[in-house]
């Protein structure tokens, strides 16, 4: 029996009277797309966070191929693209790549790497000089670098226009048929339901519903849940068209 790759066990995070995240059950297959989807302050990074041991739950649980997030990091298993990194400002994109990689035992040739994030033309280029989507896409290749077994994207698109999230959108494909497990946060409806086998849909902490994405689309648009109706509604508001 294959073990699970990510699960949280009615992971509670509170930050003094707030609650972040509230009694949320998730898992993740081997070889699955997981998007977690909700309006900003959903709960999404939080969620995120604690699967990736950067926040202890308040109660419940986190396991990362049924050990602790910290050990299955140290062990190389994890890449993450979060929405807050710093990296030193006058290295290259190039130069980036190959610092990070060499942290991994069996990371991904550079090359491959480098057209995976679509960063063919900016490999010599410094990271002060890179626009905000640009940085995006060095973000994502700093995240899958070490080929990882389970790739953590929290909005990852967040920034890029529509050509460059597409190709982004095929890269996630690539390492999905590579085998790859990703968990991917994300409050645009397109982006879930174009690569997500499942969806994870949060409002408030919670967990408004789950499942395949036809299934939550049927389930919004048969009026039978109104919590899950107005989550739709306020990621409609959101979305952009792709």
């Known amino acids: 029996m294959q073990t699970i790759p990510a699960r949280l066990s009615r992971a509670t995070k509170r930050y003094g009277d707030v609650v972040a995240l ?10 699955e797309t997981v998007a977690v989807l909700g309006p900003n302050g959903a ?22 191929f049924g050990e602790s997030p910290r050990a299955a990091r140290a062990h190389g298993r994890i890449g993450a693209m979060l929405q807050v990194a710093c990296v030193p400002p006058m ?34 280029r410094r990271f002060h000089a890179l626009s905000g989507g640009e940085k995006q896409r060095l973000f994502f290749a700093l995240a899958i670098c070490g080929d990882p077994d389970l790739l953590f994207l929290d909005e990852p698109t967040v920034g890029l226009d529509v050509e460059t999230r597409r190709l982004l959108w ?18 645009y409806i397109e982006e879930a339901d174009a690569l997500a086998d499942r969806v994870v849909l949060l409002a408030r902490g919670k967990t408004v519903a789950a499942g395949t994405p036809e299934q939550l689309k049927a389930r919004a648009g048969s009026r039978g849940d109104a919590a899950l109706e107005r989550a739709y509604l306020s990621l409609t508001a959101l979305k952009e068209v792709a």
């Open 22 to 31: 509230d009694d949320v059950d998730l898992e993740v297959g081997p070889g």
């Open 43 to 64: 709960g999404k990074t939080t969620a995120i966070r604690v699967m990736l041991g950067l926040a202890e739950p308040t109660s419940g649980a986190a396991t990362i």
């Open 91 to 124: 290295l290259t994109v190039r130069e980036h790549i190959e610092l990070f990689s060499a942290y991994y035992p069996h990371p991904i040739p550079l090359a491959q790497t480098i057209e995976l994030a679509a960063l063919e033309r900016l490999a010599g």
């Open 170 to 187: 095929q890269s996630v494909r690539e390492l999905v048929a590579r085998g790859k497990s990703i968990v991917l946060t994300t409050h």
